[in-house]
């Protein structure tokens, strides 16, 4: 899991733009992860965020996997960097802006099974608890899949966001 940036990213102000593809989401202290993100960054800098969202298909998948496989006490969902209340909350007075946009990313496999084992054999938090999960997760990726009995194609909803942070 990410705890904090990345080590070579220690100076302060050292940065113009910080971006994370659904990876700060995954940081166990979220407030820490938000408050390294501004450390690093020049007054003025920008932020920008991909993130799953509570209530797409991978915000589902989350919910499912945590039936299985809890996460530790006191930790906090990754959906919730989903939420652009709480970013807001999450990154305060720093942001002058929070631009964020409800996107989709199109998940497309031959199957639900081929998804399935895609995700078996690749996807960490998955591997700890499919015994029990195969059923429940077959039955999202047909409720979700826009494809048709002959493939599958899963849109799963992300929100774009764009920070600019005060200059001074």
Known sequence: MVDSLPPFVTATGACHERLS?????????????????????????????????????????????????????????????????????????????VHAQRKFFNFRYASAAHWLQVFRDCYGPVHK???ALEQDLITLLERSNTAGAQSLVVPAEYLEVIINTRRS
């Open 129 to 131: 608890a499919f015994a």
């Open 21 to 97: 593809t659904f990876g700060v989401m995954f940081a166990p202290d979220h407030r820490r992860a938000a408050s390294d993100m501004l450390r690093v960054l020049r007054p003025g800098g920008r932020i920008g965020m991909a993130n799953w969202t509570p209530d797409g298909f991978i915000g589902q998948l989350f919910k499912i996997i945590g039936k299985y496989l809890p996460p530790p006490a006191g930790v906090v969902s990754p959906a919730r960097w989903g939420e652009e209340a709480y970013l807001r909350d999450l990154f305060g007075r720093a942001a002058e802006q």
